[in-house]
């Protein structure tokens, strides 16, 4: 009997959200406003709130790290990848990105603020790629030891606004897949939310960003309560805190 008959399988952790910190993450259609939205939540609350600076960390996936620079290249201005290659290619962005960079700093009583994450990969790669939703949302959440935001705002916008409000000049592999991909990729978001409500807040994000940031305010008021503003981080240490 070889090893493979035996093997059973990857074991996925249990979903979580992290003991300590605030773990904040905005997903969307590109274009839909979540670079502008982060920025604005951020300025709010150290402007408004003083919470101090290197206590929120801004952070992206694809690309959050130096190897994830690397990867994002590949993935978004390379040549054709495989749908199951491109898969891994986003999770080993996610792993390394959450275990050397997001983990470190919730270990810290930290607030990170998360442009994409798995629900990103259970759209575009789950969805859109025709690969199973089920089977990539294991695949990220073993990537990210089971990892899972406090709150995830989907800024929901139309397939035809976005493609208005999109700059078509020098458009990276993904933007440059079709309306349909982009639609399905929308409304995977959507029934994502939908069966996750505690997680979720769906926001439409064609409506003006002052709205919107006050509607993105009201649905991290009850996490960022989680948030001890007065904290103050320790250095960071070489385990996770977690587990
Ligand atoms: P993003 O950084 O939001 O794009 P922008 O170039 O506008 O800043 O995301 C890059 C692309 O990667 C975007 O088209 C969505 C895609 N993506 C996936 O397909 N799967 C994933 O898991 C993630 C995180 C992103």
């Known amino acids: ?32 406003g979540k670079t502008t939205q982060m920025a604005m939540l951020r300025n709010h609350l150290v402007t408004e709130r003083s919470v ?8 992206r996936e694809p690309g959050g790290t130096p190897l994830g620079v690397s990867i994002r290249r590949l993935l978004l201005h390379g040549e054709h990848v495989d ?21 470190p700093h919730l270990a810290r009583g930290g ?5 994409r994450y798995l629900d990103s990969s259970i759209a575009y790669q ?11 949302g ?9 990892l899972l935001p406090h709150r995830t705002i989907l800024l929901d916008v139309p397939t035809e606004t976005l493609d208005e409000r999109r700059d078509t ?7 440059q897949a079709g309306a349909d991909f982009r639609a399905t990729v929308r409304q995977e978001f959507l029934d994502l939310a939908a069966a996750d409500p505690e997680r979720f807040a769906v926001i439409d994000g064609t409506q003006p960003r ?11 008021a009850e996490v960022l309560g989680l948030f001890d503003p007065t904290f103050e981080p320790a250095p960071p240490t070489k385990h996770r805190d977690e587990q």
Do not use: K, N
């Open 169 to 175: 000049t020098g458009q990276d592999r993904l933007e």
């Open 1 to 32: 009997m070889s090893i493979l008959d035996s093997a059973r399988g990857l074991r996925i952790p249990l979903p979580h959200p992290p003991h300590r910190g605030v773990f904040i993450s905005f997903e969307g259609g590109d274009g839909a």
């Open 126 to 136: 789950g969805a859109g790629r025709s690969l199973e939703p089920e089977e990539i």
């Open 210 to 220: 002052e709205e919107v940031h006050a509607q993105v305010l009201a649905a991290v």
């Open 138 to 146: 294991s695949l990220s959440l073993w990537a990210a030891d089971g």
């Open 83 to 103: 749908p199951r290659a491109e898969a891994l290619l986003y999770a080993a962005d996610r792993a390394h990105h959450i275990a050397t960079v997001v983990r």
């Open 111 to 115: 607030l990170v603020l998360g442009d």
């Open 52 to 59: 101090a600076e290197d206590l929120i960390l801004t952070t």
